[in-house]
T-cell receptor
């Protein structure tokens, strides 16, 4: 089964500090991975996907096949980055769509 | 453009009462539809998904059921609510062949 693990429930940093939200995957096949974000009182939405290799709101995520990881990084955290972040594998063979348990990022002033 | 509507936004129900949460999608046809429960520390738990009218797959056995009476309508139900059914429920859709999911605003259910 396609599965991802987010080991941290909560990550608390100060504004301007670097941020790394961890995600590890444990399945074979093409590891197309995603990060979703849910800001307070807003809908859960796609932040970025591995295949596009883009930077959104200063966040990047690099696939490391050796470590089977897809960590989300930002060099300088901002208070508005405070949100719940979910890592997700690609949709499953039976159209299932699952997510990691999520990491709450709190950025303090 | 595509939109997803989910209602009600909040709901307080007594134990033993029935439940019906509705989710509708506009601007697309034949989507895959999903119901999730979001709980602190347990993340986003997939409850049901549907690839077409009348086709429901259950991921977690529990006190809830789902139905898809129309192509763009997905309903989450219960005949008798339990206290443990309290939580935040999210509906989502995804176009077949695409990988991005789009979520509704969610329903906060409190069973008292």
């Amino acid at each position: 089964a396609q599965r991802v693990t987010q080991p941290e429930k909560l990550l608390s940093v100060f504004k301007g500090a670097p941020v790394e939200l961890k995600c590890n995957y444990s399945y074979s096949g093409s590891p197309e991975l995603f990060w979703y974000v849910q800001y307070s009182r807003q809908r859960l939405q796609l932040l970025l996907r591995h295949i596009s290799r883009e930077s959104i709101k200063g966040f990047t995520a690099d696939l490391n096949k050796g470590e089977t990881s897809f960590h989300l990084k930002k060099p300088f955290a901002q208070e508005e980055d405070s949100a719940m972040y979910y890592c997700a594998p690609p949709p499953g063979g039976y159209s299932t769509l699952t997510f990691g348990k999520g990491t709450m990022l709190l950025v303090s002033p | 453009s595509q939109t997803i509507h989910q209602w009600p936004a909040t709901l307080v129900q007594p134990v033993g009462s029935p439940l019906s949460l509705e989710c509708t999608v506009e601007g697309t046809s034949n989507p895959n539809l999903y119901w999730y429960r979001q709980a602190a520390g347990r993340g986003l738990q997939l409850l049901f998904y549907s690839v077409g009218i009348g086709q429901i797959s259950s991921e977690v056995p529990q006190n809830l059921s789902a139905s898809r009476p129309q192509d763009r309508q997905f309903i989450l139900s219960s005949k008798k609510l339990l206290l443990s059914d309290s939580g935040f429920y999210l509906c989502a859709w995804r176009a077949k062949g695409d990988t991005e999911a789009f979520f509704g605003q969610g329903t906060r259910l409190t069973v008292v």
